[in-house]
């Protein structure tokens, strides 16, 4: 089963794919999408959806995760990572994938055990879980592959 994860973001959108066999996951790609902050939103949207849409037409995931937001300091930021989320969404079901939305509490939690976790320590949890000897940066990859990781790690829960 593959998985595409997302950590959504208008300048960066993280994304990861995993392979889920068994009990064990396989890191098969990550990345960043980046959009020009000199562009309109609309277009930086467009891009990203097509982006998506080639992650998912290659990858073929049966499930898209994404990292929601709960809480933003900066409420355009909060806006255009709702708009992202809701790109990546519409995408996902036009192709046919499962959804599934977690907090970043949650997807610490699930990585590393603990949901007050620092991107450092997810990095390292991410590296150590899915066997990657090289630094991911930036970290949004991680991020990213994380989100697929809580996926993982909460459908054994459900499975058991």
Do not use: W
């Amino acid at each position: 089963m593959f998985v595409l994860g997302i950590d959504p973001g208008l300048s960066r959108c993280g994304y990861g794919v995993i392979n889920i066999q068994k009990a064990k996951e396989n890191a098969i790609a990550a990345g960043v999408i980046r959009t020009a902050s000199d562009e309109e939103t609309y277009r930086r949207l467009h891009e990203i959806r097509d982006e998506i849409r080639s992650l998912i037409s290659e990858y073929k995931p049966e499930v898209v995760a994404i990292e929601r937001v709960l809480f933003q300091r900066n409420v355009k930021t909060a806006i255009s990572v709702s708009q992202v989320i809701g790109v990546v969404m519409v995408e996902a079901l036009d192709s046919g994938c499962e959804i599934a939305e977690y907090s970043p509490t949650e997807v610490k939690l699930a990585v590393a055990g603990y949901g007050g976790a620092e991107k450092k320590e997810i990095q390292i949890m991410v590296k150590t879980l899915l066997g990657i000897k090289r630094d991911l940066d930036p970290v949004d990859a991680a991020d990213a592959l994380a989100v697929a990781l809580c996926y993982s790690a909460n459908r054994s829960v459900a499975v058991r």
